[in-house]
């Protein structure tokens, strides 16, 4: 059955997300959030952070609450503190809400530099579309390549927003420019539009648990896929909400 998953704030720790409501910007709550380098005017991102990732998140009634794999947690609401701060994410600018509350300080200590949490708009800082794919049988085969045979366990490392149950590798690429149905338990139908492939990065071979480097997921990928210019692999597919509540395809 197809799976769905995402962080509250950026680049913390991708968590199954069963009951999260969906709209045709994507899963709510998905990357509602975002820690920034207030001086350097910068989104911090997994690739050079990735002591995110042993951050949890839970988001109820917009009371968010971060733990760190220590138990140490923090709770309340990330009420606007008054200050904007323009960003620079991925090259592109992103106008971010700075927020009050006990979330930065937290975040700092742990990360060892000062951090400052703030709320982006809708996808503001999402890589790509509001969906991302990445299906089982693909993965089975990046498994068996690799040798890395705990992958389906590790679906995680891919950030995915969805996980779809498949049969033949790498079928969803020939899904690109169509309209599928996809039935998400708990979530309901959704009517998704297939896109442009996902460039992959190093992110990849970080555990999604514990954010320690420790496979070769990504050399495999090079050596095996497509890649774009800049020599990134492609792993899954981008896809945006086309309706909610969709009927079945015939």
């Known amino acids: 059955m197809p ?8 680049g913390t720790r991708h968590e199954a997300r069963p009951s999260a409501a969906v709209d045709v910007h994507g899963p709510v709550g998905d990357r509602e959030f975002c820690f920034v380098d207030v001086e350097r005017r910068q989104v911090l991102k997994t690739v050079q952070n990735p002591r995110l990732i042993r951050m949890t998140t839970s988001l109820v009634d917009d009371i ?3 733990t760190l794999p220590d138990g140490r947690s923090v709770t309340g609401a990330p009420a606007g503190s008054g200050q904007r701060l323009t960003c620079n994410y991925w090259k592109r600018p992103v106008d971010l809400e700075l927020t009050d509350g006990p979330h930065s300080a937290l975040a700092s200590e742990w ?3 000062p951090v400052w949490l703030a709320r982006a708009r809708r996808g503001d800082v999402v890589y790509g579309a509001g969906l991302s794919i990445v299906t089982t049988a693909s993965m089975r085969e990046l498994a068996d390549r690799s040798g890395h045979h705990e992958l389906l366990d590790e679906a995680a ?8 149950d498949t049969d033949e590798p790498f079928i969803e690429e020939t899904w690109r420019g169509r309209d599928v149905t996809v ?3 708990d979530t309901g139908a959704l009517r998704v539009r297939i896109g442009d492939p996902i460039a992959r990065c190093a992110v ?5 648990i514990t954010g320690e480097r420790g496979s070769d997921l990504l050399k495999t990928l090079v050596a095996s896929r497509l890649r774009n210019e800049a020599g990134e692999p492609y792993f899954g597919v981008n896809a945006e909400v086309i309706e909610t509540s969709a009927a079945p395809d015939t």
């Open 3 to 10: 799976s769905l998953g995402f962080a509250h704030v950026k």
């Open 64 to 66: 968010l609450t971060i």
């Open 111 to 113: 990360l060892g530099k």
């Open 157 to 164: 490392r891919f950030r995915a927003t969805l996980v779809l």
């Open 183 to 185: 039935n998400v338990p």
């Open 204 to 208: 990849l071979d970080f555990d999604p």
